[in-house]
């Protein structure tokens, strides 16, 4: 399995500034593509979902934006933790409700 290399924010507008740029200078958009990509160090696949990213970002193109998803993981990620919360309380509360109902059984056979 390849490792998944990060870019830095700055390298990814750089290149989509380029692709829009020298767009035109190119038979096609995949070609515009592949030669940026290149220079930049990346896979042209990558570049293509960079700029589809920036593009829904700046409300071009429909779809979640980069701060929408986000939020969306944060949220997600709060749901997980309160959910195991709520597990281990429902647990606690069964666990002392049986010690409860023991004791209390104790108590009447006195």
């Known amino acids: 399995m390849k490792k998944q290399m990060r870019y830095s924010p700055e390298v990814r507008e750089r290149a989509v500034r380029l692709l829009r740029e020298h767009?035109?200078?190119y038979?096609?958009?995949?070609?515009?593509l592949e030669s940026i990509a290149s220079k930049i160090g990346c896979t042209a696949e990558t570049l293509r979902k960079w700029v589809r990213q920036t593009e829904?970002?700046?409300?071009i193109r429909g779809g979640m934006?980069?701060?929408e998803r986000e939020r969306l993981k944060e949220l997600e990620r709060e749901n997980r933790e309160?959910?195991?919360a709520n597990?281990?309380?429902?647990k606690a509360s069964?666990?002392?409700a049986?010690?409860?109902?023991?004791?209390?059984?104790?108590?009447?056979?006195k």
Do not use: C, H, M, P
Request: hydrophobic fraction near 40%; avoid cysteine.
């Open 98 to 109: 049986q010690a409860e109902l023991v004791y209390g059984r104790l108590q009447f056979a």
């Open 56 to 59: 829904t970002d700046q409300g």
């Open 87 to 90: 597990e281990i309380l429902r």
């Open 27 to 32: 038979a096609s958009e995949w070609a515009a």
């Open 94 to 96: 069964a666990y002392f």
């Open 23 to 25: 767009q035109g200078e």
């Open 65 to 67: 934006s980069t701060s």
């Open 82 to 84: 309160l959910k195991r």
